[in-house]
């Protein structure tokens, strides 16, 4: 079992940065692939992006490439989301999640554990 806790969010104009931590607690967090989904109200969670166990690849929604960046401390237990050039329609609540798999995945159902979700709230 693994138990992911959110932090970081929080209220920022847009333009502003926010970075985002997931501190995982149980196993390991090492041995998991990990990813950020998002849910805005009134839609579906939707992916963000997306770490391998290493660390050393990534996969990014085309909304938030470039402007994202996902990074990990295994001896920590954690995983990041910094957040730059932030616009409204990057509200929403965002949810670490962490995948027993054997692949960098972008698809909702190959995750097995999941936070509670931390609130981003973008102004313009």
């Known amino acids: 079992q693994v138990q992911l806790v959110e932090s970081g969010g929080g209220s920022v104009q847009a333009g502003g940065s926010l970075r985002l931590s997931c501190v995982a607690s149980?196993?390991?967090?090492?041995?998991?692939?990990m990813g950020w989904f998002r849910q805005a109200p009134g839609k579906e969670r939707e992916f963000v992006a997306a770490?391998?166990?290493?660390?050393?690849?990534?996969d990014y929604a085309p909304s938030v490439k470039g402007r994202f960046t996902i990074s990990r401390d295994n001896a920590k237990n954690t995983m990041y989301l910094q957040m730059f050039s932030l616009q409204p329609e990057d509200t929403a609540v965002y949810y670490c999640?962490?995948?027993?798999?054997?692949?960098?995945?972008?698809?909702?159902?190959?995750?097995?554990?999941w936070g509670q979700g931390t609130q981003v709230t973008v102004s313009s």
């Open positions: 149980g196993r390991l967090v090492g041995g998991y692939y």
């Open positions: 999640a962490a995948d027993a798999g054997t692949w960098i995945t972008d698809r909702r159902d190959d995750y097995d554990y």
């Open positions: 770490i391998s166990r290493s660390g050393r690849n990534t």
